[in-house]
């Protein structure tokens, strides 16, 4: 079959189309034709070497996210059928081979039936994402009815998600920060009571509108680093910073200061660690029945990608500050 590979980590030119083996279903696993993927950022930055160590062996094959129809069921598998229309948060790293590929072999506990009511490529910008936001904001903490959480990135791949999980199932006052006054706009259609041009507003002014200056009690940085000391500015005595990047909070002092809480979360460590599969899988169930239901929906950037494009795909996402997701059609 026909495989988008890489032999070692660079910039976008590292990609080659290569043939690889039609992988197999083992026991508890589906084989998926890949119709579609999405870029995120930890894809672009595993390619670049940045996140070299999530890779595992080379030739890799990467993304996680895959959307596409069931072409075999392994032994054990009873909740899957050859032509179920499915999407998956399953492999792509650690050396498992990814979504870009004609074919794509997933643990069927971390694989759900694809909403009825999306494209394969609308679909394929859930995954990811959708579980970052649950495992943040549903598994690894609990947040108190009547919270007030800021999420930094509104309309980013994670920010976009988290309104729309945070307004369906948590009991708070939801607020978010966008680059852009129509990013806000968006924002504010997809559940935040506020958003906040970050470009034209300090963390401090938007803790003085929103909280009466107490401070925001969660903030949940979607953004990455250079976000990390307004996460600090905006946050109030007691408040927890859920960080999804992996950078710790500066300057110390002022972390300190405000007797914060930092929780860093890897959405991936089912993949990289084997644990926790099974909850893949239902949180992408429980996804499937809000997105079907009209509660959730995906935000795709209007510039579209296929394989064929993919190094077009991870520059744009890197460097084009999309709205949404980068979709990627799997045709060659």
Not at 118 to 142: Q, Y
Not at 179 to 186: F, N
Request: proline share 5%.
């Amino acid at each position: 079959m026909k495989a988008i590979i890489i032999r070692d980590c660079g910039d976008s030119s590292v990609f080659e189309t290569a043939e690889i083996d039609v992988p197999k279903a083992g026991g508890g696993q589906v084989v998926i034709e890949v119709k579609a993927t999405s870029v995120n950022p930890v894809d672009w930055k595993m390619r670049n070497g940045f996140g070299r160590f999530l890779i595992g062996d080379f030739p890799a094959v990467l993304h996680p996210d895959c959307a596409g129809v069931v072409s075999e069921v392994g032994p054990g598998v009873r909740e899957f059928s050859v032509g179920d229309e499915v999407y998956s948060f399953a492999t792509g790293l650690m050396g498992k081979p990814g979504a870009l590929a004609e074919y794509m072999a997933a643990d069927a506990r971390m694989v759900a039936k694809k909403p009825a009511s999306l494209s394969f490529e609308e679909a394929a910008t859930l995954p990811l994402v959708w579980t970052t936001a649950s495992f943040a904001l549903t598994e690894r903490t609990k947040i108190e009815p009547g919270s007030s959480l800021l999420i930094q990135g509104g309309t980013g791949g994670v920010g976009f998600v988290a309104l729309q999980l945070a307004a369906a199932k948590l009991d708070v006052d939801l607020y978010a920060t966008c680059g852009t006054d129509e990013k806000c706009r968006i924002a504010e259609s997809l559940g935040a009571k506020k958003a906040f041009n970050y470009k034209t507003i300090s963390p401090e002014d938007m803790s003085a509108e929103a909280t009466g200056g107490k401070g925001f009690d969660v903030v949940f940085n979607t953004v990455g680093e250079e976000a990390i000391d307004s996460s600090v500015a905006a946050c109030g005595l007691g408040s927890r910073i859920i960080d999804i990047n992996g950078t710790f909070p500066t300057p110390p002092n002022a972390f300190q200061f405000h007797q914060m809480s930092f929780l860093s979360v890897f959405a991936g460590h089912p993949i990289t660690h084997g644990i926790n599969q099974e909850k893949v899988g239902e949180f992408l169930r429980d996804l499937t029945g809000l997105v079907d239901a009209g509660t959730v929906k995906p935000l795709l950037d209007e510039k579209r990608f296929t394989f064929a494009s993919i190094g077009e795909a991870h520059d744009y996402q890197e460097t084009g500050s999309p709205t949404g997701k980068v979709a990627v059609s799997a045709t060659w």
